[in-house]
């Protein structure tokens, strides 16, 4: 039996007051659709197609990497509608359709599963997933029959009586592929926002003697994301959740209150977090590292036992036993060895460095190839732009570049090599050998007495 999930999409998200698609803010640094895209990966459903509409463009872009199809409304009438939409996608197929939506980010692989496992082995028509919760305001009522689930109510559309429910549908279902798309057919939109609704579509198998299902979970992951202030709760529920994994798995967090980890960033045990790191993205940390405060990481590969401090890391990769920082840079696509030492300011663009190589001080060095165990004084500057091209720099193992030296760009200092400090290179340096490139000192004695005796100044 196939497994197919839809993503609704489609809406405005008003209450944003942004230019960005509501589904495209980000929670713990992934768009909050992405997050429903992985999560119904994770849960095995293959293949995801998203109902695009409002701002169809955008999202289409940030999704369009996690090999999804798209199915589009134009115009936004309603939950039903948005799943008429996708008719094509729905056409012919056979088994499960997951519904969920893009605006509601906490949902877990486990709860998916376990809501699969139900919706199969029960041989329902459709299951939903329900929180009860004191102040429902504002979701749909779940109405049922004895055990049985009769109906779902909108907000807009419940009596008295009914505003009373508590518990409330979480806008997650399965559904049986082939009566979903009968059922869709026979949506009104009658109801007080003049919408097709999606939540009807239960009364309507209900009336068919179709079996419904219903799983109960925590208000938590149900959670829908309509306002800044609930992309912020959103954001703390999340934070917790994935500190709590990792502190699990055997990583220390000083201070999880204050310790921001992305969605998808992996980290070995007995590695430290002091408070105000900020790790992002498609992030791997190893064993044993150390991340002093503050630190930005993002879409990098740190080694085991490394430590990094106050620093920013982007798109590299830092070898075993490297330390970093405090204030270093390293740009992306940086190669940094093994026992490595980038010290204080210091700056690394697209550089490669190799083992062992200390660069301990107010050092900028990018477009470059550095070799092994190469002692960097110092202040020194590679020169790799000529305000029009990039050029190369390349330092052979065990060179040693003497403090304030310019390494001019194509440039290559062979190994072994000295440079005396405040030299400017423009030259390739033999190995072994040493190269100075500054004026010879001269002194002028008794200079500022003469000066003084001329009168003049
Ligand atoms: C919906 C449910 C409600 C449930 C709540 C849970 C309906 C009618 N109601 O209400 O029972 O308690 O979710 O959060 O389904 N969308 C489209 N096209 C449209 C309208 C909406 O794609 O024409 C998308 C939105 O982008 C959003 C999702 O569907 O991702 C839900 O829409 P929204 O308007 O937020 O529904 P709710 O009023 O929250
Ligand atoms: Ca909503």
């Keep these: 039996m196939g497994k197919y999930a839809l993503i609704l999409a489609a809406g405005e998200g008003k209450r944003m007051k942004s230019e960005t698609s509501k589904v495209l803010h980000k929670v713990c640094g992934k768009e909050m659709v992405n997050h429903v895209i992985d999560i119904m990966r994770k849960a095995c459903f293959e293949d995801v197609n998203v109902i695009v509409g409002k701002g169809k463009d955008q999202v289409m872009a940030k999704t369009s990497s996690r090999d999804v199809s798209f199915s589009v409304q134009e115009e936004q009438l309603g939950t039903g509608h948005a799943v008429l939409c996708a008719k094509d996608f729905l056409q012919g197929k056979k088994g499960t359709v997951a519904i969920f939506?893009?605006?509601?980010?906490?949902?877990?692989?486990?709860?998916?599963?376990?809501?699969?496992?139900?919706?199969?082995?029960?041989?329902?028509?459709a299951t939903l997933l329900t929180s009860v919760i004191d102040d429902p305001s504002g979701y749909g009522r779940v109405k049922r029959d004895g055990d049985d689930v009769e109906k779902i109510i909108e907000h807009k559309d419940c009596s008295e009586e009914e505003l009373l429910l508590q518990e409330i549908n979480a806008g997650m279902y399965m559904f049986d592929a082939e009566e979903l798309l009968k059922a869709l057919l026979l949506l009104k939109n009658d109801n007080a926002q003049g919408e097709y609704y999606l939540t009807d579509v239960i009364e309507i198998m209900k009336n068919s003697d179709l079996k419904i299902g219903a799983s109960i979970t925590e208000f938590d992951e149900t959670r829908g994301v309509n306002s800044r202030s609930q992309l912020a709760e959103a954001e703390v529920i999340l934070r917790k959740r994935i500190n709590l994994f990792h502190m699990e798995n055997g990583v220390t967090l000083i201070d999880p209150n204050s310790t921001y980890i992305g969605a998808d960033v992996a980290i070995e045990n007995d590695t430290i977090i002091y408070p105000n790191n900020l790790i992002e993205g498609n992030t791997k940390i190893g064993k044993g590292v150390t991340l002093y405060p503050n630190s930005r990481i993002l879409d990098s590969e740190i080694g085991d036992d490394v430590t990094i401090t106050s620093s920013v890391i982007l798109s590299s990769r830092i070898g075993r036993n490297t330390s970093v920082g405090p204030f270093a840079y390293i740009r992306p696509d940086s190669v940094i060895g093994e026992d490595v030492k980038i010290g204080d300011f210091v700056e690394i663009k697209k550089s490669t460095i190799g083992n062992g190589t200390k660069i301990s001080h107010l050092t900028y060095i990018g477009d470059a190839e550095v070799g092994s165990k190469v002692n960097f004084g110092c202040g020194t500057v590679v020169v790799n732009y000529d305000g029009k091209s990039k050029f190369k720099t390349v330092v052979g193992d065990n060179a040693f570049i003497g403090c304030n030296t310019n390494l001019v760009a194509p440039v290559t200092v062979h190994e072994g090599a000295f440079t005396a400090a405040g030299s400017t290179i423009t030259e390739d340096v033999p190995a072994e050998s040493l190269g100075i490139a500054r004026a010879k000192q001269v002194n002028k004695d008794g200079w500022v007495r003469k000066r003084k005796d001329s009168g003049k100044y």
Aim: proline content about 4%; hydrophobic content about 25%; glycine content about 12%.
């Design 101 to 125: 939506t893009g605006d509601a980010p906490l949902i877990r692989e486990e709860t998916v599963k376990d809501m699969l496992k139900s919706h199969e082995e029960g041989g329902y028509s």
